[in-house]
């Protein structure tokens, strides 16, 4: 039987490449939201533009959009007025934000863990791990209480003891959380800081 320990330690084969890229894609955070505004407000407009075409193919357009007037400012207005190029600035900012937007990944509520197979994709709530890091924090001898807090890469442990003195423990639940996330094997390693609130003599 393979251990956790061994699976980890085997080189990184050309299927556990391909599970890597596949989880990392599944748990991927995505931005639904702007999506939504930007898709929403593309329609709108594209909406009243085909009524207003339609509307002024068979007579009687709607005025929704002032068509006459917009030709007329076009037709007397050059690239070097300041108008124009305040809004071509505002129109360039405004795609240059929607496209920082889209690169930029969100907070994923997923923490991706090994699998070494592409057909399986397996993952971890942030309040999961966070409940998994008290445990193994909580069975470490003198510790009371634990409070994890999970952002990005990094785990805060902040510990209370009723002892007044003891040096080793933050090495201690330190270690215990490692050997968890060993377990675990989430796809990315995740930094440990441990913080150590002693009783107060």
């Known amino acids: 039987m393979t251990t956790v320990e061994e699976a980890l330690g085997r080189p990184d084969t050309g299927a556990d490449r391909r599970a890597r890229r596949v989880a990392v894609h599944t748990f991927r955070p995505r931005r639904s939201w702007p999506a939504v505004i930007t898709g929403f407000t593309v329609l709108v407009v594209a909406v009243v533009a085909a009524a207003e075409v339609v509307s002024a193919l068979a007579g009687s357009p709607l005025g929704l959009i002032p068509v ?114 060993t377990e675990l094997a989430p796809l990315r390693s995740l930094r440990i800081s441990t913080h150590v609130r002693y009783a107060e003599d």
């Not at 190029?85 to 129109?91: E, K, P």
């Not at 240059?96 to 993952?123: E, N, Y």
């Not at 209480?145 to 423990?169: K, Q, S, Y």
Request: proline residues 6%.
């Open 68 to 181: 006459r007037p917009a030709a007329a400012y076009a037709q007397s207005t050059t690239w070097s007025q300041p108008s124009v190029r305040i809004a071509s600035a505002v129109l360039a900012l405004i795609g240059l934000a929607l496209i920082a937007v889209a690169l930029t990944p969100g907070q994923s509520r997923w923490i991706p863990l090994r699998t070494d197979d592409p057909a399986l994709v397996v993952g971890l709530t942030r309040p999961a791990l966070r409940r998994a890091v008290a445990t193994a924090a909580r069975e470490i001898s003198g510790v009371d209480g634990v409070a994890v807090a999970v952002r990005g890469n990094r785990i805060r442990l902040h510990v209370r003891t009723c002892l007044r003195e003891a040096e080793g423990l933050p090495a201690e639940v330190t270690a215990a959380v490692e050997r968890r996330l």
